[in-house]
Every structure is written in C-alpha cells, then in structure tokens.
C-alpha cells in the first residue's frame, strides 16, 4: 500500500528555519516524482515545486515569485523522505502544505497519493 | 488569478446530476495536456478523484466521470450524495508557465 507521512504541525516565530519532510513507502521511491502544495487557510491548492528523488532533479513553479533561494526541496533516497525547507520564514508562509507522489507522461503530471498535511504557524 | 477557471460554487439535491467546468486555454488544456480532477473533503487532505481527462482510481464510484474537450474540461456528479459535499479542484499542465496548475476551486453544495 503507498503511503506519504508528514511530518507534525509546526508553530515558529517570522524568521525562523524549518524543515518538514514526508516519507513515502510501499512504492519504489526513486521512481516517481514528489511534488509540494500549498494551501493557504481558506484558499485554494498551489504546486509549489516538484522533485525527482532518483536523480535529485528538481523544478519551482515560476508564479512563486522568488520562491528559490526562500524554499529548498530536497530528498533523501536512503531514507525515501522527501523535505520542504525554509532558511527564514514569513507570516505568509502560515499554510497547510501537503506533499504527494506524482505519476503520470509527456502529457501530463498529477497527484495519486498524498500526505496527510502539515500545518506550518508562523506568528511572533 | 488561476491559470484555469471554475465557478466558485455548484449545488443540488440529492440524487441530482452537477457538472463542473475547468476553463483553460492555448496554453494548457488546448494544448493537448490531461485534465485531472481532485476532491477534498472539509478538514482533509485531497484526494485523486479522474485522472487523464476520464480515468478513475480504483475505489473511486462511478458516478463521477470526466471529459475533455477543447480548451476545457469538465466533471460531472450523478446520483449526488450528501457526502459530496466537498471541494473541487481540477488541474493541468501550463506550457507558458512550464509547471503545474491547479483550478480556482468549487465548493459543492448539497441541498
């Protein structure tokens, strides 16, 4: 059975680091993309970034103005985790974000199995 | 402002049959890139819903089917259950953007 384990909710001051991770199992981990998607509260689903846990390839979506350099996504295969990270967070960061398995071809990408969430608070 | 476009909200009564659209455009759905459609349930995580235009996971009930044609896509319910109530967001690939994109969302409603 595939399954994506986040990690717990996170409250932090503005400014502060952090990393969250997701572990996906039951599914050859190397073999599939993971993407990053934010949910700010009450609004709509956002594809942060995508990343290949083979090879490390990694995209950003472009509309994240800025979005690299401010979040790194990472996998670590030995662990079969992949991670979100921020160096220094905003209070706009404040979201659920979720991780998910992506599957698909040249005609297109979409999610399958998703995590359960992690709720990221960033107030001072 | 979301690259495709649904309408906010749809409701109807039990049993009855609701259609969401996703509009894209030349850059997306026009350009030939899969529709894919997710559901999430107040207070949960999404869930896959049709994928490749009109594909269902297993498990998923057949009442929900989706097409493509043109510029945009469509999901339609039947037999609408009030356990639908939920949000639906439709997704694609964006060749302008060079990434994936998610729809505006649609809030079902069950009356």
């Known amino acids: 059975e595939v399954q994506m384990v986040q990690s717990g909710a996170e409250v932090k001051k503005p400014g502060e680091s952090l990393t969250i991770s997701c572990k996906g199992s039951?599914?050859?981990?190397?073999?599939?993309?993971i993407g990053w998607v934010r949910q700010m509260p009450g609004k709509g689903l956002e594809w942060m970034g995508i990343i290949y846990p083979g090879d490390s390839d990694t995209r950003y979506n472009p509309s994240f103005q800025g979005l690299q350099g401010l979040v790194t996504i990472s996998a670590d295969k030995s662990l079969g985790t992949a991670y979100l990270q921020w160096s220094s967070l905003k209070a706009s960061d404040t979201a659920t974000y979720y991780c998910a398995r992506s599957d698909g071809d040249s005609s297109g990408y979409f999610l399958d199995y998703w995590g359960q969430g992690t709720l990221v608070t960033v107030s001072s | 402002q979301s690259v495709l476009t649904q309408p906010p909200s749809v409701s109807g009564a039990l049993g009855q049959r609701v259609t969401i659209s996703c509009t894209g455009s030349s850059s997306n759905i026009g350009a030939g890139f899969h529709v894919h459609w997710y559901q999430q349930l107040p207070g949960s995580a999404p869930q896959l819903l049709i994928y490749r235009d009109n594909e269902r996971p297993s498990g998923v009930p057949d009442r929900f089917s989706g097409s493509r044609s043109g510029t945009s896509g469509s999901l339609a319910i039947t037999g609408l259950q009030a356990d639908d109530e939920a949000s639906y967001y439709c997704q694609s690939y964006d060749r302008s953007l060079s990434f994936y994109v998610f729809g505006s969302g649609t809030k079902v409603t069950v009356l």
């Open positions: 039951g599914y050859n981990f190397n073999n599939y993309w």
